[in-house]
């Protein structure tokens, strides 16, 4: 569980995985009233991503 958000920022730095794909499971996650652990886990990288947007 600790290393998701470090495989899925390893998968997102190798284009494997969409900016797009992980920013709707930030928002969405498997389901809106009782999002899993590990999507919760996504939220510090989730941030980082939008506000690399933001800036760009």
């Not at 998968?11 to 494997?16: A, C, R, S």
């Not at 809106?32 to 999002?35: A, F, L």
């Not at 999507?39 to 760009?56: N, Q, R, T």
């Given at each position: 569980?600790?290393?998701?958000?470090?495989?899925?920022?390893?998968?997102?730095?190798?284009?494997?995985?969409?900016?797009?794909?992980?920013?709707?499971?930030?928002a969405?996650?498997?389901n809106?009233?009782?999002?899993q652990?590990f999507?919760?886990?996504?939220?510090?990288?989730?941030?980082?991503?939008?506000?690399?947007?933001?800036?760009?």
């Open positions: 569980m600790k290393l998701f958000p470090e495989v899925v920022r390893s998968l997102y730095d190798q284009d494997v995985l969409a900016e797009d794909t992980i920013l709707h499971w930030g969405k996650g498997n809106p009233k009782r999002r652990s999507v919760m886990a996504l939220e510090p990288f989730v941030k980082w991503l939008e506000e690399a947007e933001e800036e760009e």
